[in-house]
C-alpha cells in the first residue's frame, strides 16, 4: 500500500497515531483521536477508520480493549510517505562540525568523538564503521612507550595520522626500532600497506631483508597485524537498554551488539550502507541484524574525496525513533566526516 491510497480521513487518522506513538511508546484509542480538532469525526467513526488501517495491516492492537499501535508496515509507510524531514539549525551544523574536527586527533579518535556526539544527541546507541584503510603511506615512525611497548605513528598520503600500541620483541634496541622505521618507509612510502605487504612478508621469510633478528621479528609481527580491520565504534549502549522492561528484549539487544562484533556483520552493514546514496532507515526485521531486537537504524556511508565510500556511520533505537530529528542529524555528520577526510 502507498499513502496515495489512503483517503483523507484515513490519512490524518493514521499520522496522528504514528506521531503520538513515536512521542509515548504507548496505544492510541479512539477517544484521544476524537479530541483532534482537525478529525471532527466521532469515536465511534474513528473507530471504524482504525479497523480500516488494522484490515490493511498498518495497525495493529497489542491486547484486547486496547488502543493501536502501526505496525512495522505502517512505520515504514510512514517515514517514506509522511514524515516531514527537519533541519538542522545553524547552531546544530556548527556543534557538529566542531566535534569532529580532526585538529590535534588521530582518525579513530575522531569516529569515537562523532559516535559519542551522534549518540549524546539522538539518546540512542550510535555506531561508525570505519574499513581497512586503502590511502597510500607517508610515513612511519616508532616511539618507545617502555622496555617492551612502542607507540607506531603511521602518516597517511591524505593527511590522516593512526597511531598503534605495538608489542617489542625482548632485547629491541633503539636503533632496531630506527631499522625498523627506515625500511619500513624505503618499502611502503607512497604506496599502500596492501600493495606492499604481502611483498615484505616475502622478503623477510626469504631472509633477504639486511636486518637483525629482532627488527625482522617486529616487523613481520606488525605486518601481519596491519590492515584487514574494519573499526567498529559503538557508544551509547545504555541508552538503547534504559526502556527495556523484559528480560528477554534485555537479552535480544545485548545479543545485537555481540552480532555486531563479528567482522562480517559489520561488512554487511556497510554494504548496507553503501547501497543507493544517502541516508537509509531500517525498521525491525527489514534488515536480518536487527530482526530479533526489534530495534531500527538509521545509517549513512560517507565518502573520500574520490567519492568511494570508505565507511559508515548510524543511529540505533527503538522503533519509535525521532526519523524527523535524526536522519538530517546523521546526514550531516556523514558529510562533515567526509570532509575532513579530504
Known amino acids: 500500500m502507498t499513502i496515495q491510497e489512503l483517503n483523507e ?3 490524518i487518522v493514521f499520522r496522528h497515531i504514528v506521531e503520538t506513538y513515536m512521542q509515548t511508546g504507548e496505544p492510541v484509542g479512539s477517544r484521544t483521536l476524537s479530541r483532534i480538532s482537525e478529525l471532527d469525526l466521532s469515536a465511534a467513526s474513528i ?11 498498518l495497525l495493529y492492537s497489542p491486547h484486547t480493549s486496547a488502543g493501536r499501535l502501526p505496525t512495522q508496515q505502517g512505520l515504514r509507510l510512514f517515514v517514506d510517505g509522511i514524515l516531514e524531514i527537519g533541519n538542522l539549525t545553524e547552531a546544530e551544523r556548527a556543534d557538529i562540525k566542531a566535534r569532529c574536527a580532526v585538529d590535534g586527533r588521530n582518525m579513530e579518535e575522531m ?19 570505519a574499513p581497512k584503510s586503502d590511502s597510500s603511506i607517508k610515513q612511519i615512525e616508532f616511539v618507545r612507550l617502555g622496555v617492551d611497548r612502542a607507540l607506531v605513528i603511521i602518516v597517511t598520503a591524505n593527511g590522516m595520522v593512526e597511531n598503534r600500541a605495538v608489542d617489542l620483541p625482548p632485547g629491541l634496541t633503539d636503533s632496531g626500532l630506527r631499522e625498523a622505521a627506515n625500511y619500513l618507509n624505503a618499502k611502503l612510502a607512497g604506496r599502500t600497506l596492501h600493495e606492499m605487504k604481502q611483498d615484505i612478508q616475502l622478503e623477510l621469510d626469504n631472509h633477504q631483508a639486511e636486518l637483525d633478528e629482532l627488527t625482522q621479528e617486529l616487523i613481520a609481527h606488525d605486518i601481519a597485524s596491519w590492515g584487514g580491520r574494519e573499526t567498529l565504534i559503538v557508544r551509547g549502549h545504555a541508552n538503547l537498554l534504559q526502556n527495556v522492561q523484559a528480560l528477554e528484549d534485555l537479552e535480544k539487544i545485548r545479543e545485537l551488539f555481540d552480532t555486531l562484533e563479528v567482522k562480517k556483520e559489520r561488512i554487511k552493514l556497510l554494504e548496507l550502507a553503501e547501497k543507493g546514496s544517502g541516508v537509509k532507515v531500517f525498521i525491525g526485521s527489514e ?42 542529524m546523521v546526514d550531516y555528520t556523514a558529510k562533515v566526516i567526509g570532509k575532513l577526510l579530504d
Open 9 to 11: 480521513r484515513s490519512r
Open 111 to 129: 569516529l569515537t568523538e562523532a559516535s559519542s556526539m551522534l549518540s549524546g544527541l539522538s539518546n540512542c546507541a550510535s555506531l561508525v564503521i
Open 47 to 57: 473507530r471504524n477508520v482504525m479497523a480500516d488501517l488494522a484490515d490493511a495491516g
Open 287 to 328: 534488515n536480518n541484524l536487527f530482526s530479533l531486537s526489534g530495534t531500527s537504524m538509521i545509517i549513512s556511508p560517507y565518502h573520500n574525496s574520490q567519492e568511494q565510500v570508505v565507511g559508515a556511520i548510524g543511529v540505533i533505537g527503538p522503533a519509535r525513533l525521532n526519523y524527523a530529528r535524526i536522519v538530517p
